[in-house]
């Protein structure tokens, strides 16, 4: 695929051919399936922001695999460093090797200065909900206790433990018997506040309700082994938290010794224009989740970072087959290096300031738009019937497949997916992102006239 190839749509979509092979998936796969049903292609290949489907349509990828693919499709040099390893070793269990140091020196330098000499690493199982049970299981271990705080909106991942630590009720009403012991609190969600107060005349009572809760002797809730969080929601409706929200969580966990886990999954790894999201708000978690874009490319992997007074647990506590995965390693060392090399956080926080600028500015001039928010490269526009005030999911969808027509792929979040989202690969260019914002403005004008 030509670096200079730009978005362009030939056929309906989906196309013919695409068409074909989304009937044999959907005659095959599970009824689980999910992209497909809101974006109806069949992937040829990818190169950078760009993905081709089978019928010679190009779009302007802006879900990188749901945050994955950080520096974009088959980066040259990860590509190259992959070929290497691939060669070397692949498979490595929890052995030490050479890029496994690699990358965990890499990573290592990437934490504040004042978290790296306490700092221990867990290799876990290739995704982010096996590293969201991980921490769960480290804090139970510390702490002796059962219980975890949540938050209402968060999402942790859909494996049984991580699902009953997330609040959307559709996923797991289905699920008898969860995971007991998990208690969800308002997260500082101002544009729609679980309270029902409004910010000008709140002294942020989300944060309040949560202290008082955790030091009253009648509050009903035993001292939990843990209290977990993103500061940036992102299933949830990309919703940052606020930072006095954020800074009176982690004194009242501290002073308490609850240990404190930020589930950095899709906002780490440089999404947010720092490495990790909790560096903007001048915080030290006890624990750090991640996993999605370590790789750089989509190659899976997973990690916990957390403070080594937490490591209590005996050989072999947490463990899995994959948690080896030499390739991933290589590349996600390297994706680093090129990060620093080409001041691509740099170009996340101006990208992310051109998008923000481009979607206020839409904002006001459509009514729909009821909110635009973000950090760097992790944005959503929030649409709210003007009329009514209810969420208008009908009209994102909309958004979602016009856009798509037009060359635009895009994510759906929040309450009733009436969020549209944007997670584009960190090395999105000027003139990709006034790309899809003027598709956005296009699709907007015509689909709210």
């Known amino acids: 695929m030509s670096a200079t190839l730009t978005p362009h749509v030939r056929t309906a979509i989906p196309g013919p051919r695409s068409s074909e092979l989304l009937k044999r998936q959907a005659d095959r796969e599970s009824n689980a399936r999910s992209y497909p049903r809101r974006l109806p292609i069949a992937v040829a290949r990818a ?39 691939l060669k070397t070793f692949v498979h490595g ?18 934490l504040p200065a004042t978290m790296r000499e306490t700092t221990r690493i867990q290799f876990c199982g290739p995704t982010g909900a096996n590293a969201v ?45 969860g995971l007991p012991g998990v208690h969800f609190f308002p997260y500082s969600a101002c544009h729609d506040c679980p309270l029902g107060l409004r910010p000008d005349s709140c002294s942020t009572n989300c944060a309040t309700y949560l202290e008082k809760s955790l030091k009253d002797p009648n509050g009903g809730i035993v001292k939990p082994a843990a209290v977990i969080l993103e500061l940036l929601q992102g299933e949830g409706g990309v919703v940052p938290a606020r930072l006095e929200f954020v800074r009176r969580l982690r004194a009242v966990t501290a002073e308490l010794d609850i240990p404190l886990i930020v589930d950095e999954v899709q906002s780490g790894c440089g999404r947010t224009g720092t490495w990790f999201a909790f560096e903007q708000y001048g915080i030290e978690p006890d624990v750090v989740v991640a996993s999605k874009a370590l790789s750089g490319m989509g190659l899976p992997a997973a990690v916990i970072l957390y403070h080594q007074r937490l490591d209590t647990w005996a050989p072999g506590a947490h463990s899995g087959t994959f948690r080896g995965n030499q390739l991933a390693f290589a590349t996600g060392a390297e994706a680093i290096r090129v990060i620093r090399r080409d001041g691509i956080l740099e170009n996340v926080r101006e990208r992310g300031a051109q998008l923000m600028n481009r979607f206020t500015a839409l904002q006001e001039r459509c009514a729909w738009v009821s909110d635009v928010r973000g950090l760097g490269l992790m944005l959503g ?53 006034d790309f899809a914002a003027d598709v956005l403005d296009r699709v907007f004008a015509r689909l709210t006239a």
Do not use: W
Not at 54 to 77: K, M, T, Y
Not at 96 to 106: I, R, S, V
Not at 154 to 177: D, R, Y
């Open 47 to 85: 190169q950078g922001s760009l993905i081709e489907d089978l019928d010679g349509n190009v779009f302007l990828d802006c879900l990188s695999g749901a945050g994955v693919l950080s520096l974009g499709h088959s980066h040259p040099d990860l590509v190259a460093v992959a070929e290497r390893q």
């Open 133 to 177: 049970d991980a921490a769960i299981k480290l804090c139970k271990t510390y702490t002796g206790r059962g219980d975890i705080v949540s938050f209402q909106g968060g999402f942790h991942g859909s494996t049984h433990a991580a699902m009953a630590l997330t609040g959307l009720v559709e996923q797991k009403s289905p699920i008898a018997n």
């Open 381 to 433: 526009i929030e649409l709210t019937d003007p009329a009514t005030g209810e969420r208008a999911s009908g009209l994102a969808k909309q958004v979602q497949s016009a856009a798509l027509e037009e060359g635009l792929i895009l994510e759906l979040g929040g309450r009733d997916d009436c969020v549209v989202r944007l997670l584009p690969p960190l090395t999105l260019s000027e003139a990709e992102a």
């Open 93 to 110: 269990l929890d052995l030490p090797t050479g890029p496994k140091d690699d990358f965990t020196e890499q990573q290592f330098s990437m």
